[in-house]
Nanobody
Framework: QVQLVESGGGLVQAGGSLRLSCAAS????????MAWFRQGPGKERDFVAL????????YYSDSVKGRFTISRDNAKSTLYLQMNSLKPDDTAFYSC?????????????????WGKGTLVTVSI
């Protein structure tokens, strides 16, 4: 049974930093593609970042490029998202997700498993 458990969310002031973690189990983590998505109040779920098992290569949405860094620790089966220079617009529920294969997928419909998410709130 695949389980993805996020942690690290919370309340932070604009300009601050947070690091999210996603602990994975029940899957071959080292050969799994891992992604972060977020859903803000009244908004659709949006792609944030992807790290493929090949490379590993990374991809970011334009809105977070240069501020967020996705990384993985295969020995710990854990995915990370380092978020710097946070803005109020980054306020959202952040979820990690995974899919198998070698394609580059950045859509929610392409993910196979999801975590329950963690809330990030950025205050002015």
């Amino acid at each position: 049974q695949v389980q993805l458990v996020e942690s690290g969310g919370g309340l932070v002031q604009a300009g601050g930093s947070l690091r999210l973690s996603c602990a994975a189990s029940g899957l071959p983590f080292s050969t799994s593609n891992m992604a972060w998505f977020r859903q803000g109040p009244g908004k659709e779920r949006d792609f944030v970042a992807l790290i493929r098992w090949i490379g590993p290569s990374t991809y970011y949405s334009d809105s977070v490029k240069g501020r967020f860094t996705i990384s993985r620790d295969n020995a710990k089966s854990t995915l990370y998202l380092q978020m710097n220079s946070l803005k109020p617009d980054d306020t959202a529920f952040y979820s990690c997700a995974t899919y198998r294969g070698s394609d580059i997928i950045r859509t929610p419909s392409g993910m196979e498993y999801w975590g329950k998410g963690t809330l990030v709130t950025v205050s002015i």
